[in-house]
């Protein structure tokens, strides 16, 4: 096939003891996954169904033990932190039943759900999609993913982020209201889901501000840490 133009470039992520990397496809993000980041937002943490938005593949920002720098980006003057566990997809599938849904999990990081929480809110406030807020390039640092063959899956962990060596945000991830494998379910009855798929669980309470300078350091436990440094 010849092309008119260059092919848009492929985004992908080291895997953890391993010299592959995972092509990314979609970035899927479950939103208000926490009860308490629910509470924070000014919403109710029932559990109401599962909702979610998207990122394009090119918010996918390789992170990892080894610090990064990512721009402070524009049009925002309220750039928010996200710590999320990531899930990333190894196979095909659709209406998927959460008895099986783990079969589907190729992988899990650490990642950061950035956030343009002005632009973010102002669009919830007015009825209009979230897209300036969340799904600008760059928006999603995240570390070697580490397979799920080898590490098992992830039920308990804790998940915490520091700036610049200060406590921001921690919790643990069997906190999620909706689990990994009731995630990839619910969304796989609306959107046949495809290998390189990644899906962004949420983020606990403690989301916040970061500042040209700022060092962000995202942990979650087996998964290790990430370094995110905010350029000045
Ligand atoms: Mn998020």
């Not at 700022?214 to 840490?225: A, E, K, R, Y």
């Amino acid at each position: 096939m010849k092309y008119a133009i260059p092919l848009p470039p492929t985004y992908a992520l080291a895997i953890a003891n391993n010299d592959e990397f995972f092509p990314v496809n979609r970035v899927f993000c479950v939103g208000r996954n926490y009860a308490a980041h629910a509470r924070e937002m000014g919403k109710d943490p029932d559990r109401e169904p599962p909702f979610f938005f998207m990122k394009p593949a090119c918010a996918v920002v390789q992170a990892g033990e080894k610090e990064i720098t990512i721009p402070y980006p524009p049009m925002t003057s309220n750039f928010h932190h996200e710590i999320e566990l990531v899930v990333t997809i190894g196979k095909a599938g659709k209406d998927i039943p959460i008895e099986k849904a783990l079969e589907y999990v190729h992988g899990y990081a650490v990642g950061l759900d950035m956030t343009r929480r002005d632009l973010q809110l102002d669009a919830r406030d007015k009825g209009r999609p979230w897209e300036f807020g969340k799904s600008f390039a760059g928006s999603a640092p995240i570390g070697p993913i580490h397979i799920a063959k080898q590490i098992g899956h992830l039920s308990t962990a804790t998940i915490s982020l520091t700036v610049n060596d200060q406590p921001r945000q921690s919790s643990d991830i069997a906190k999620l209201i909706w689990s990994v494998a009731e995630s990839i379910s619910y969304l796989s009855s609306y959107e046949t889901l495809e290998p390189g798929d990644i899906i962004m669980t949420g983020t606990p309470e403690g989301v916040g501000a970061v500042m040209p300078g700022d060092v962000m350091q995202g942990h979650i436990d087996t998964l290790g840490d990430i370094v995110v440094r905010v350029a000045k």
